[in-house]
């Protein structure tokens, strides 16, 4: 079943490579969608595919990069839209 999943990661995650962690990980997953850093400090990422995969992705998250401290990680379930091509950071 293919899903959406709007996911917000908190903590230490803006400056330390996270987006490009997301990415490696999204693309060698197979997942459509994209990391983009927010104002608030956090980091927006939004993955569409397999629910099984977008878990795969969201249990990598919880531990981010080396250099990252993941303090809270928020998902919010959707439907997918299809409109998604690769993976990107905005």
Known sequence: MVVRAHIIV???VQ???FRYFVLR???QLGLQGYARNLYSGDVEVVAEGEHSV???L???L???P??????DLNVEWTEPTGTLHGFDIR
């Open 58 to 60: 969201i249990r990598q």
């Open 66 to 71: 080396r250099s990252a401290q993941v303090s």
């Open 25 to 27: 990980r999204a693309e």
């Open 15 to 17: 400056g330390v490579g």
């Open 54 to 56: 977008v878990e795969k």
């Open 10 to 12: 908190r903590g230490f």
């Open 62 to 64: 919880r531990i981010g």
